[in-house]
Each structure stands twice: as C-alpha cells, then as structure tokens.
C-alpha cells in the first residue's frame, strides 16, 4: 500500500506542458517532493518542498518545473513545461525527512509513479 498517490501523467510532444499532482492523506510530511526513473537509468530527484518553505530542483528540470502545493488539500503539484525526450520516465511522489534526503533519494515514503512520455 503506497501512502503517497500520483496523477496526471501521459504523452506529449517536445515542448509540450504537463501537470502531475500528489495527495498524500492522512499524514503530514516534513518533505515532499518528486523523483524519477527513465528507462535503464538511476533514480533522480528532481524537486522538493520542505517544512521550512525551502525549495530543491535538479539542474536538469531548473526553469521549466515548477512545485505548488495546496496545503488545505494536502496536495502538491508539478507543473512541468517546455518537456524534452529525456524528460520521459516514470515520476514518483515522494516524502523525506528533509530535501537533503530527498536529493540523496533516502526516502520515508513514495507512491506507485506515473508515466510520462514525451515523444513526437
């Protein structure tokens, strides 16, 4: 059973704009963030939101994601634009003890992923 729950993945093309979202319910979280898996590759994190308001992105996602959250909702949001090929993968939600964790990937809780393919 995965605590964290992924949505809004799916296809695009090159450039295209995607949004995922996260609910993660019932409990609160010091850090929550995304990671992802291409196909072959390591596990990156690539963004995170921590109690204290600081915010992580890898350089590989720098300017064209960007993290929301709705705290009434427990939710947060990854808006993610201007996609590229290698941008393709599975994306999870995830929750760290704090975004230093989390960019080590030394994760507290994830959820099931989403895909995400940008193609043309």
């Known amino acids: 059973q995965f605590p964290l729950v992924e949505s809004g993945g799916g296809s695009v093309q090159p450039g295209g704009s995607l949004n995922l979202s996260c609910k993660a319910p019932?409990?609160?979280?010091?850090?929550i963030g995304w990671f992802r898996q291409a196909p072959g590759m390591e596990r990156e994190a690539i963004s995170c939101f921590s109690a204290y308001d600081l915010t992580f992105y890898a350089d590989s996602v720098k300017g064209r994601f960007t993290m929301s959250k709705d705290s009434a909702k427990n939710t947060v949001n990854l808006q993610m634009n201007s996609l590229k090929p290698e941008d393709t993968g599975v994306y999870y939600c995830a929750a760290a003890s704090d975004c230093g964790a989390m960019a080590s990937m030394n994760l507290a809780y994830w959820g099931q992923g989403t895909q995400v393919t940008v193609s043309s």
């Open positions: 019932g409990f609160v979280v010091e850090a």
